[in-house]
Structure formats: structure tokens, C-alpha cells
């Protein structure tokens, strides 16, 4: 019998308010929630057999509840679900092994939430316009007199040059919005990550960590954003614990 481990809590005095707020959440089988504490940093663990781990969507889901129950009252760090270790005495020496990067990450998210924040996108009707904003003898570059003669590898090069150009106005029309995203999160000294063209039509998905009282003016953000790009879609996401910002290695 191993112990699954679902947050490691910053309790510093509120020990007494796990105790007391614990008995109501259950795992995700719905066994109870334990401890494993040293010095001022708890874990959050139930009893499982390692071998009846199934990574499956309900059960994903139902660990992502436990943290979120627990994140309403703890600052915490989120752990994969799936973590387990053997023994409480194995948690407790990962705990003191790590205990410097834990207390690290746990002050770098401590009164902080995260926010999801995706940029869809039309991409035939983004190219288009963009293209539309291009100088006309650019254009005509990539679209020769259609009376002129040309070779079967003229077209192709050409038909080339056409997808390449393209490419390269949205990723410069990705970056200049990434840009002015980052401008808007810096008034509000928010932590951002940003991976852009995820797919064809998902041209950004950011992550930001930012304070608590903050959550207005990410919201109102985001809103002026959709009033400046109307052919573009931005769906934000949060506020949630911080999953994405936790910046250590268990060793």
C-alpha cells in the first residue's frame, strides 16, 4: 500500500484548519485525506495501491477537485495525479530533500491565481485580412499577370512563396498580439507563459499567475482585447490553482 499525493500545503499556523477542513474532502475513491508534515510544509495524501492508478478522465478529474477544494483555503503547489511514493517515511524525506525549492515556489505563488488564455482564430479569413493590409505591388509579387507564360515550377515556386508569405504575416501578427498581451499583464506584475500556432486555429494559449485582487482587471483586459480584434476569439479560463507555475524537480 502506497500513499498518492495530492498537494504539498504551505500550513506555516493553519495546521489546526487542515484538521478541521480535511474530514470534508474525500479522494478520489472517496477514502479520506491525511497528512504528512515537516517543519512548516505539508503533504496532502490518501492510502492507494499504486497498481490500481488508472489514468483516466474521472479519475483526473476528481484529483483536480481535491486540489481545488484545498487551493480555496491553502496556498499550495499542485502535484501530477498520479504521484505516489511508498511510505509516509519516503514522503517525508522527499519533503526535507526538497524543502528549499518547495518553500521557493510556495512564496513565488502565495496570494497568486492562474488564468488560461486561448486566441482561435477563422485562419482562411485571418490570412485574407492580413494580406488585405500588405502593399499591392507585394501582392502582385505572389500573384503574377495571369496572361503571362510560366513554367509548371515557376507556378510551384511561386504557390511556395504565396504559403510561406502568409506564414509570415500571422506569426508577426502573433507576436505583435503576444506583445501587446504581455503589455497589458505587466501593469499587473503577472508571471506569463505563452506558446503560440498550438494548432491552425489556436494561434495562442497562454497561462499568466497573477495577485488574487487582480482578477478584475485580467477579466477587463481580456474584454478590451476582444473589442481591439473582433475576427478573433479570446476565451479565458480561471481563475485556478497554480498548476503551470510550480518550478521544481522532485529529487
Not at 505516489?84 to 505563488?109: G, H, P
Request: aromatic share 8%; charged share 25%.
Amino acid at each position: 500500500m502506497g500513499k498518492m499525493i495530492y498537494a504539498i500545503v504551505w500550513a506555516k499556523k493553519d495546521s489546526g484548519k487542515l484538521n478541521i477542513i480535511l474530514p470534508g474532502i474525500k479522494g478520489i475513491s472517496g477514502e479520506g485525506l491525511t497528512t504528512v508534515a515537516f517543519e512548516e510544509i505539508t503533504a496532502i495524501v490518501t492510502d492507494i495501491d499504486k497498481g490500481n492508478i488508472v489514468a483516466d478522465s474521472s479519475g483526473a478529474l476528481a484529483f483536480a477537485r481535491v486540489i481545488n477544494e484545498l487551493w480555496q483555503q491553502f496556498t499550495l503547489l499542485p502535484m501530477r495525479f498520479g504521484s505516489a511514493m511508498d511510505s509516509t517515511e519516503a514522503i517525508v524525506k522527499m519533503l526535507e530533500r526538497n524543502y528549499s525549492e518547495i518553500q521557493q515556489n510556495l512564496q513565488k505563488v502565495e496570494n497568486k491565481i492562474e488564468f488560461g488564455l486561448k486566441v482561435f482564430c477563422d485562419s482562411e479569413k485571418l490570412k485574407a485580412k492580413l494580406l488585405e493590409k500588405t502593399v499591392p505591388e507585394a501582392v502582385s509579387m505572389v500573384h503574377p499577370d495571369a496572361e503571362t507564360k510560366i513554367s509548371v515550377f515557376r507556378e510551384y515556386v511561386n504557390r511556395k512563396l504565396e504559403a510561406h508569405r502568409l506564414e509570415e504575416l500571422v506569426l508577426s501578427h502573433v507576436d505583435a498580439l503576444i506583445a501587446l498581451i504581455t503589455d497589458q499583464l505587466y501593469l499587473m506584475n503577472a508571471d506569463c507563459k505563452f506558446r503560440k500556432m498550438v494548432t491552425e486555429k489556436t494561434i495562442i494559449d497562454g497561462t499568466f499567475l497573477l495577485d488574487k485582487e487582480k482578477k478584475k482587471e485580467v477579466i477587463w483586459a481580456v474584454e478590451h482585447l476582444q473589442n481591439l480584434y473582433p475576427e478573433l476569439n479570446f476565451i479565458l479560463t480561471g481563475p485556478w490553482p497554480p498548476y503551470n507555475f510550480v518550478d521544481f524537480k522532485v529529487k
